[in-house]
């Protein structure tokens, strides 16, 4: 049980496209999600928190427009990398969580690899 | 802001070896501590973790214990396995479930028959 998935698991676009990546919890309905994205050799930043039904909190430095975070039900999160550049390029990761579950932990999917040429 | 910081890989063993991975963090309060590892191909699984000082988390032959004094969470292990070879993160949490994760930078995990 808790399983995240991500869709797509990669994904190579143009620069100055737009390019959604979505994170669903497949077997429970999950409370709150994160992003995190991850540089090579780096660590996991999060970059946002979003709950279901809210505006998502972004961390400081990660700009809103430019990832637009949705997140329309209790299983899935969608996160928008708006006209692309070379830059944004990198590995996102989403996890999520659930209140008062019996495991208090975050359960993260696979990742999704953003290459823009 | 808070920080965690693991020693850098890779770090090569030879099956049956004994397996030490540093972790260090700086946090305001009483943050929970987490070991995340990562196989190739796969999504951050919880391998263990603690939530107050001088807990032991375990899981898998894997220990580390949660050390306020030296602020510190290393996690070990008295023989490896190949099948242990993955990437390894070390993790705060600074209050509850719905606060996201600060991570370490990884360390890379080689064992080798």
């Known amino acids: 049980g808790a399983v995240v998935s991500q869709h797509p698991s990669w994904v190579i676009c143009k620069s100055g496209t737009s390019v959604k990546i979505e994170c669903r919890s497949l077997?429970?309905?999950?409370?709150?999600m994160f992003w995190y994205r991850q540089f090579p050799k780096q660590s996991l930043m999060l970059m946002a928190t979003?709950?279901?039904?809210?505006?998502?909190?972004?961390e400081q430095g990660v700009e809103k427009d430019k990832f637009l975070i949705n997140h329309a039900s209790l299983t899935l999160s969608t996160l928008t990398v708006t006209s692309a550049h070379p830059e944004d390029s990198s590995f996102y990761i989403c996890?999520?969580?659930?209140?008062?579950?019996?495991?208090?932990?975050?359960?993260f999917g696979p990742g999704t690899r953003l290459t823009v040429l | 802001g808070d920080s965690v910081t693991q020693m850098e890989g890779p770090v090569t063993l030879s099956e049956e070896a004994f397996l030490t991975i540093n972790c260090t963090y700086t946090a305001t309060g009483y943050p929970s501590l987490f070991w995340y590892v990562q196989y190739p191909g796969e999504g951050l699984q919880l391998l263990l973790k603690a939530t107050k000082a001088d807990d032991k988390g375990s899981n898998k032959g894997f220990e580390a214990t949660y050390r306020k004094e030296t602020t510190s969470f290393h996690l070990e292990k008295g023989s490896v396995q190949v099948s242990d070879s993955a990437v390894y993160f070390c993790?705060?949490?600074?209050?509850?479930?719905?606060?996201?994760?600060?991570f370490g930078k990884g360390t890379h995990l080689i064992i080798q028959p």
């Open positions: 979003s709950n279901e039904g809210s505006k998502a909190t972004y």
């Open positions: 993790a705060l949490r600074p209050g509850g479930g719905a606060d996201g994760l600060t």
């Open positions: 996890s999520a969580w659930i209140a008062g579950g019996p495991m208090d932990e975050q359960f």
């Open positions: 077997d429970f309905q999950a409370t709150t």
